[in-house]
């Protein structure tokens, strides 16, 4: 498909070369003779291009591509972002399984950041490491995608924050909850409420309505965004304290399009670290002071919780309460994975192999790293490489086979990095989302690529690798922890 892809552009501007070289000789030349002109016109009219194709055939190879050459593509002419917008290759793109991705977000109070930074994995990890420790390559990442900001009128001009007036502050940018088919929930500042659904690809989000008792929280929101299958429904969870009865957490559920939220009753655990979402169900685990620590599970469709054990060991001495920040959870290869980072010279990663069967946790992995805890997986690469971010300020991956270590610096900003990962969708959400109360609003999404890029993104981030791959005993980082430019 790379290959029909280039042919596409090297098509297009061969196309575009002619009709500017033709328009430049119309303008220098005498006019020529009607007999003259026929033969080109007819030579023209008899040469076939892929253009030419139906447009069903042309949107059925566009939706074969991957991810980067679609983004490109919409950016070469109007006939392709049509073609890319049209709800056929929408359908045609989702049915093929897209791959999963990965998203920076910068992220912390001294930068806060309403842009979301498109990372092309094949590009960077199948590309070789420097053969020297002195040596520097340093990846540009071109390609962004824009969040909502509150208090706009979602415009890409409100992207730009007068600083030159005030310090940004945290306040004026939303947090992510979780991704769910193509879609991020965002979170409101300090309280974490959820407040808005978006797809920062196409561009579009809606707002989630508030109620009269939303000023009323005693202490953050923990919140959730997933989809029901059968109903084919997405709802957004919410797990809060109110003032009347400030000691028992409540659960709420809004249906996205619907008018409002409506309660489901107490929340049994206290929750509130490492939101994951898989299948349905969002996931998290209980910080609770009374009895063991679990991971606690809701189903969307049921609208019910449930209780999955952790890995075996994990209530043992060493895995005290005051321990469980130092683990993380996510997903891998599709499973529900736990990382157990609490000793000092090696981390292990464990995957559930048969989800909600407590007996398969499997411990997949024993990685020797000092300062583990500072590593958090994020998904496979397609060499079976383990992807992961480390300290929050650089990408790593792991070679299981080989032993070694790949770090990556984000540079750019000066901010922690929060890694999301995504399958894009180009869906657009009124067909997306069903309701009777949906108010879907716009707001442009970038598709820079090189010289494509808008002037409105001013921030820029890059990937540097510095060095050879080290060894598992190597494997700190040579990045002094927390340093940035």
């Not at 430049?24 to 033969?39: A, D, F, I, Y």
């Not at 950016?75 to 990965?102: G, K, N, Q, Y």
């Not at 309505?209 to 989809?227: A, H, L, N, Q």
């Not at 890694?419 to 309701?435: E, K, Y």
């Amino acid at each position: 498909m790379t290959f029909f892809f280039h042919y596409f552009i090297l098509n297009h501007l061969s196309r575009k070369i002619s009709r500017r070289r033709r328009r430049r000789g119309r303008r220098s030349l005498r006019p020529v003779s009607q007999s003259t002109k026929e033969p080109s016109s007819s030579a023209s009219a008899a040469c076939t291009t892929i253009m030419d194709l139906p447009g069903p055939i042309l949107i059925d190879i566009l939706s074969r591509l991957p991810f980067k050459s679609i983004l490109v593509s919409r950016c070469i002419c109007t006939t392709w972002r049509i073609l890319v917008s049209d709800p056929l290759f929408a359908s045609m793109h989702c049915a093929r399984a897209p791959t999963l991705e990965l998203l920076l977000h910068p992220k912390g109070v001294g930068c806060p950041s309403a842009t979301l930074h498109w990372v092309d994995l094949d590009c960077i990890f199948k590309t070789a490491p420097p053969d020297d420790r002195n040596e520097q390559r340093k990846t540009k990442l071109n390609s962004k995608f824009y969040l909502p900001l509150p208090g706009c009128n979602i415009e890409r001009k409100c992207l730009k924050v007068n600083t030159s007036s005030r310090r940004s502050s945290f306040m004026d940018y939303y947090g992510i909850v979780n991704s769910c088919n193509g879609l991020l929930c965002l979170s409101k500042p300090i309280y974490n409420d959820p407040h808005i659904i978006c797809n920062p690809v196409t561009g579009e989000y809606i707002s989630i309505p508030k109620s009269e008792e939303d000023v009323m929280f005693c202490g953050p929101v923990i919140p959730g965004f997933g989809y029901c299958r059968r109903s084919n429904k997405y709802k957004v969870l919410r797990l809060v304290c109110r003032p009347e009865n400030m000691f028992q957490t409540m659960a709420e559920v809004y249906t996205v399009g619907t008018a409002s939220w409506r309660s489901i009753g107490c929340a049994p655990f206290d929750l509130g670290l490492f939101t994951t979402y898989l299948n349905g169900v969002v996931h998290w685990v209980s910080d609770t002071a009374n009895g063991p620590a679990v991971i606690v599970a809701f189903d969307f469709e049921e609208e019910q919780f449930s209780v999955i054990s952790l890995p075996p060991h994990f209530g043992e001495t060493h895995k005290e309460k005051e321990n469980l920040h130092n683990m993380n959870m996510g997903v891998l290869g599709g499973c529900l994975s736990v990382c157990d980072v609490t000793f000092w010279d090696h981390f292990d990663i464990w995957v559930m192999k048969e989800y909600g069967d407590p007996t398969s946790w499997t411990k997949e992995h024993v990685i020797c790293a000092h300062s583990g805890c500072h590593h958090r997986p994020i998904k496979f690469l397609e060499n079976g490489d383990i992807l992961m971010i480390y300290n929050k300020v650089e990408l790593v991956a792991y070679s299981p086979v080989e032993g070694y270590f790949r770090y990556l610096k984000i540079d750019g900003v000066l901010a922690v990095f929060e890694a999301i990962t995504h399958v894009p969708s180009f869906v657009p959400l009124a067909d997306a989302v069903a309701g009777d109360h949906l108010n879907v609003q716009t707001i442009k999404a970038s598709c820079s690529e090189g010289e494509g890029e808008s002037s409105e993104g001013t921030e820029t981030l890059f990937l540097v690798e510095q060095g050879k791959p080290r060894s598992a005993s190597k494997s700190t980082s040579f990045w002094p922890v927390g340093d940035g430019e």
